[in-house]
């Protein structure tokens, strides 16, 4: 085991709680990582806030506008191939949603509100919003969330370059609970007791979700350093941002499993986006596969080996889903 640190010491504490407390414990983490891999956020007065603001609500419509292009253009061809119904993807439902969140967001921004504390305010209203577009079907979230993405991206780049790490915080929030099923998770979690080990090891976990990402992402970039993705290089920044989210993303849908004690969530929802996504951004799957094996790594830095039983089944059986034998090609 890791000798316990600073950040570890503050976080013994959370292993104590309620299962109502996991979407806070999820918010903590953003706290962690601003700690370890940004310092504080960048401190700017508020006049100069107000600006932003103001200009990036202004560009709000036609980012969305163009993130809907970009992302129809990018799936066209595999929502046909993958005899997804194009009638229950609604644009003008898309680009509403859109403008509500991150007209929230920015608020939220332009108010100094951290981002930790904008993740409790909009989850259930973004858990509401991804129920819709899953419940007619799990693939759709794909397309939608990577709208939501995109435009988070397009408005980024509009804004100050001194204010843009700000704003990928912010912005952060919105795609954590769009591509991860944090509801989903925070209903199962409350059907534990409290002192449930099962439930332990996933609130232990869970605070530490971006670190284990961000370690996870710089050794794979290690690994394939001359890795080229549809984007750009793999070590680029912007492909990192969506390594080190589909990292937590699939941290996630591990711990949701765990919780509910089945693997439909993987099945249901992340395999069949992998399959959908995958290919056409151009990962090949023994990224995934090192990707997944350095995660199990990374969990027992933090989890002491008697409590690994309760993760290990649904964490192989992951790994197994995107084996060599389902999908051979190496890189």
């Not at 435009?151 to 954590?176: H, N, R, W």
């Not at 919780?259 to 986006?273: N, T, W």
């Not at 350095?294 to 992951?318: C, D, I, T």
Request: aromatic share 10%; charged share 20%.
């Amino acid at each position: 085991m890791r000798q316990p640190n600073k950040r570890q010491a503050i976080d013994e504490p959370l292993a104590k709680a309620s299962p109502v407390q996991l979407a806070q414990l999820w918010a903590k983490r953003y706290v962690i990582a601003i700690e370890t891999y940004e310092g504080t956020l960048q401190e700017s007065n508020p006049q100069s806030r107000t600006a932003v603001v103001e200009h990036l609500t202004s560009e709000l419509r036609s980012a969305s506008a163009k993130a809907w292009n970009l992302t129809e253009s990018f799936l066209a061809h595999e929502v046909k191939r993958h005899r997804i119904n194009a009638n229950l993807i609604d644009p003008w439902s898309v680009a509403g949603d859109v403008h509500r969140v991150y007209a929230k967001a920015l608020a939220a921004y332009g108010k100094h509100i951290p981002p930790q504390q904008l993740s409790v305010k909009i989850a259930s209203g973004l858990g509401v919003i991804r129920k819709r577009y899953t419940s007619g079907d799990p693939r759709l979230i794909g397309f939608v969330s990577m709208q939501f993405h995109h435009c988070g991206q397009m408005l980024i780049e509009s804004a100050p370059e001194s204010e843009q790490g700000t704003l990928a915080a912010y912005f952060k929030v919105i795609d954590d609970h769009l591509y991860m099923p944090l509801q989903r998770a925070y209903a199962a979690a409350a059907r534990y007791a409290y002192d449930d080990e099962r439930l332990k090891v996933v609130q232990t976990l869970l605070p530490h979700s971006t670190v284990i990402a961000n370690n996870v992402v710089d050794r794979v970039n290690t690994i394939y350093p001359n890795y080229q993705c549809y984007t750009d290089r793999l070590d680029s920044d912007v492909v990192r941002v969506s390594s080190v989210r589909d990292t937590e993303m699939f941290q996630i849908y591990l711990w949701t499993c765990v919780l509910e004690q089945s693997l439909s969530a993987i099945q249901q929802e992340l395999f069949p986006l992998c399959v959908m996504l995958y290919p056409t951004l151009k990962v090949n799957w023994e990224l995934v596969r090192h990707m997944l094996h350095l995660m199990g790594q990374e969990f027992e830095q933090y989890v002491e080996q008697s409590r690994v039983k309760h993760y290990e089944p649904y964490h192989q059986a992951l790994w197994q889903m995107f084996s060599p034998e389902v999908f051979p090609d190496m890189i």
